[in-house]
């Protein structure tokens, strides 16, 4: 059973950056694409960047260009780089599988502000 764990979260200005991370429990991790989620109040979860087992990656074009999603399969961790944030980037970000999510962790915040 996958357990996810996020965190990197935090308050920062517009124009700001922060980096994410997810540490997976499993041994399938390596094998697995991976995503970043994210969630608001009111809206449906978006699946924001997802990266393939050998590091192909794909994104949103709401953040494409600003965030960047990689991974260490030897430390089963997914991380977000993400820069240039605006405020529409509040949100509660989440990692999971891209096929058939599950086990959701707590989420890491993340709020643009000034």
């Known amino acids: 059973q996958v357990q996810l764990v996020e965190s990197g979260g935090g308050l920062v200005q517009p124009g700001g950056s922060l980096r994410l991370s997810c540490v997976a429990s499993g041994s399938t991790f390596s094998i697995n694409p991976m995503g970043w989620y994210r969630q608001t109040p009111g809206k449906e979860c978006e699946l924001v960047a997802r990266?393939?087992?050998?590091?192909?990656?794909n994104y949103a074009d709401s953040v494409k260009g600003r965030f960047t999603i990689s991974r260490d399969n030897a430390k089963n961790t997914v991380y977000l780089q993400m820069n240039y944030l605006k405020p529409e980037d509040t949100a509660l970000y989440y990692c999971n599988l891209v096929y058939n999510p599950r086990n959701w962790g707590q989420g890491t915040q993340v709020t643009v502000s000034s």
């Open positions: 990266i393939s087992s050998i590091g192909t990656t």
